[in-house]
């Protein structure tokens, strides 16, 4: 496991009922550990300021309503640690 | 203020946005149907109408920041802290700071101080959205102008 996961599953267990070895890199963050909009918000925030980036969730959410991706591209925690780890290398190379 | 309307705040006195502070004051009123219930023969303000007169600091200063564009809906506080009582009469200075601009969210800090002490602070989240209606933005306008930080037209 990546260290950006070990974090994210840190940051998902301290902020929700869900239980640290139960999140996989496959996990859907809102239909497999029920994590709902507003619990969404704290997580966002909570990964904001412990990776020191600002996740683009609006632009997220319009693609998958837009149906451009699916959700899976930023709502599994397997590819939202990859988002992370692009926007953090972003930061560095900006 | 004006508890019965949800008017909590009298003016705005000061707007930072390079550091994202908002100042307001506001003056609690000597009598109000609210005290009637919270409490006989006791009046205070409920520590629920602190904590938005807290929200409405912070939700104007993300007006501010925003240029109007976004309304900022209350969608969590983690901590509130209610420190000393609120009564009739109490002049009130309402501080706000945005701690975090985060994508469609901000995360905000708040006290209001009475004489020189915190009595009550708070942390609080806001959602960001496009105003879901044309009277919703027309009243923000207007209690921006009542408050005298924005200006006519």
Known sequence: ?94 | MRLEYFQMLDAVVEIDRSAATLKAASRVPLGSPVFEGHFPGHPLVPGVLLLETMAQASGYLLLALTTFQRMPFFANSKSANFRSFVRPGDPLEIAAKRIHAGSGYAVMSAQIIREGECVCDAQMMFRLVPFPAPELQQHVFSEGRRLGFLEEG
């Open chain 1, 1 to 94: 496991m990546s260290a950006t996961f070990d974090a994210v599953a840190e940051i998902i267990s301290a902020n929700t009922d869900v239980s640290e070895s139960d999140i996989k890199p496959e996990s859907h963050l809102m239909r497999d550990l029920g994590i709902d909009s507003l619990a969404f918000l704290d997580l966002a925030f909570e990964i904001d300021q412990r990776f020191g980036i600002q996740m683009p969730v609006e632009d997220w959410m319009q693609s998958v309503n837009q149906g451009d991706v699916e959700s899976e591209e930023f709502f599994v925690v397997g590819s939202l640690c990859r988002q992370i780890d692009a926007l953090v290398a972003a930061k560095v190379a900006a």
